[in-house]
């Protein structure tokens, strides 16, 4: 789950939205926009409020589970009787993963360097259409290949994208979630008994936990073999749609088909999004410790990183072990000492008292993000804004005349940045009376909300996120208008329109370039959990 709550982010949803329409269509991205602003509903519900037929609500209903971008729970609620109850199945638009479609490339990048060319086309097939049952998956990869293909050897891919965690089974269609019993209805009625405080669980969290099987059986290939049917292994193609087949026009046929093929029994898998995720964090950390320090910082830690396998927050490891990894990955170049010293100066990584070493990502992952925060308030407002964020971001709360003193402002002109800082959100403001004898004096007090700021700047970085995203569209239809115009136009005229179109595929370049860069800093401050 990511660390900030998305639904207070309205261009996050802006966002959302542009990426469904732009993959499956407008009517997909009507029942998306509905569920995001809304909550969870149900099939009648969405129906009236976004005033699409049944039938129709249904299909997008199929085409957004189907990529992951819809769950459905079954809800128990008070009946209108005494002692009855009703079970109402109600969805939920999962924004999360809706976002992570901006992230495929990545995905394949990664899969590309760790496993082999079968793997990523069988990844490839599943990022396209969402879920797929083994027999389909193969077929898919099969057909892509051509007729040097070898079946044997794009199944012992997939059981390794299974291993690896890429891939996992699709989880329950519509988990079941009861009333809340007697004892959980007393505790939540007695919130300020409790010594700490303890985030509540939401009914859409709730729902998630109950849809994800336990680790055995999401990453289970106990049944590999068992789609390999006589149709199968006669080269019957089960879904009989191609790849390369637009979504928007197979997304509802497929869809259905897998429904039915659920039915009998056959496993669906789908991409693992949260594996990448945790692949990519770790990357971030890596590079911001090369960055900061030094080539040599960085492949100590990325050969922690690989040594432990670890998603927690702290990964810890004897020295000797330190080395080892180090060794592993790098050869005889790297001597004990150098791996010692290096880490005895890391801000991120502790000495333990049995002669090894803490590494917390938490400090990496934070430190990256006020960096990141401190580089735009650097750009928008100036040296001095500069100075007086970086003083209270990093130290208690202080008055308007210590914030002069404590940063060597003009005191003319440091109440005009605080009140610009605040105004813009990256400072809070306190009124404090003080009385001394008969007197009362106001103050203002000045102090920074780290989890208000990463909130505050996802949602810019959301919508910078959508305005590249919306001119990369624009420039992709101009890439079209340009091309057909070309086809019909004489060989002069053709050859001004092709330099051109050469021109504006170069500007698509630049644009999704900057696209994917930006990514990287949502992920900063959204998917990396701390």
Request: charged fraction near 30%; proline fraction near 3%; glycine fraction near 4%.
């Amino acid at each position: 789950m990511a660390s900030v709550e998305h639904a207070t982010l309205q261009n996050g949803i802006k966002l959302a939205v542009n990426i469904i329409a732009t993959d499956f269509g407008n009517p997909n991205a009507k029942v998306c926009e509905c569920l995001l602003r809304r909550g969870f509903l149900t099939k009648p519900q969405i129906s009236k409020f976004t005033e699409l037929p049944p039938d129709k609500v249904k299909n997008c209903l199929q085409v957004l589970i189907q990529h992951n971008c819809v769950q459905a729970f079954a809800l128990e609620q008070e009946g209108g009787g005494r002692d009855t109850t009703v079970v109402v199945t109600q969805y939920m638009a999962l924004i999360d993963n809706i976002i992570q479609r901006l992230r495929f490339a990545k995905f394949i990048t990664v899969v590309s360097k760790e496993l082999d060319k079968e793997a990523r086309e069988i990844l490839e097939g599943l990022l396209q259409h969402g879920r797929l049952t083994l027999p389909q998956i193969l077929d898919k990869a099969m057909e892509d290949a051509g007729s040097d293909a070898n079946r044997d050897a794009y199944n012992e891919s997939f059981c390794k994208l299974v291993r690896s965690r890429f891939v996992e089974r699709f989880p329950a269609p519509e988990p079941f979630i009861p009333l809340p019993t007697d004892e959980e209805n007393s505790k939540q009625s007695r919130p300020k008994a409790r010594k700490f405080f303890v985030k509540e669980v939401t009914l859409e969290e709730r729902a998630l936990a109950a849809a994800i099987p336990m680790d055995a059986e999401r990453f289970s290939l106990l049944d590999e073999h068992d789609g390999d049917s006589d149709e199968d292994k006669n080269g019957g193609n089960v879904s009989g749609s191609k790849v390369g087949e637009k979504r928007k026009r197979d997304s509802v046929e497929l869809a259905n088909e897998l429904d039915l093929l659920k039915a009998k029994g056959e496993p669906l898998w789908r991409v693992n999004f949260e594996e990448f995720i945790n692949r990519l964090r770790k990357k971030a950390c890596v590079e911001y410790a090369r960055a900061t320090y030094d080539n040599t910082a960085a492949v100590i830690l990325e050969s922690i990183l690989k040594g432990t396998k670890s998603t927690e927050n702290t990964v810890s490891l004897s020295l000797d072990s330190i080395f080892e990894e180090v060794v592993k990955n790098e050869g005889p170049a790297m001597t004990l000492e150098l791996v010692r010293c290096s880490l005895e100066q890391l801000h991120f990584c502790s000495e333990d008292d049995d002669d090894g070493y803490s590494i917390n990502l938490k400090d990496i992952i934070d430190k990256a993000r006020l960096e990141e925060v401190e580089s735009l308030v650097l750009k928008r407002y100036g040296h001095d804004a500069f100075r007086i964020f970086r003083s209270l971001s990093t130290g208690r709360a202080l008055d308007t005349d210590q914030v002069s003193e404590k940063t060597l402002t003009d005191k003319k002109d440091t109440p005009k940045i605080l009140y610009r800082l605040w105004q813009d959100g990256f400072l809070q403001m306190e009124k404090i009376s003080i009385t001394t004898g008969q007197k009362q004096t106001n103050i203002l007090s000045w102090s920074v909300k780290m989890d208000k700021i990463w909130r505050k700047v996802l949602d810019e970085l959301h919508h910078a996120a959508l305005n590249l995203s919306l001119r990369c569209t624009h420039e992709l239809e101009k890439d079209r208008e340009i091309s057909n115009m070309s086809k019909s136009a004489d060989k002069m005229m053709s050859k001004e329109l092709e330099s051109r179109l050469r021109r504006k595929r170069k500007v698509y370049f630049a644009l999704s370039s900057s696209l994917m860069e930006l990514d990287d800093a949502i992920m900063l401050f959204s998917n990396f959990p701390v």
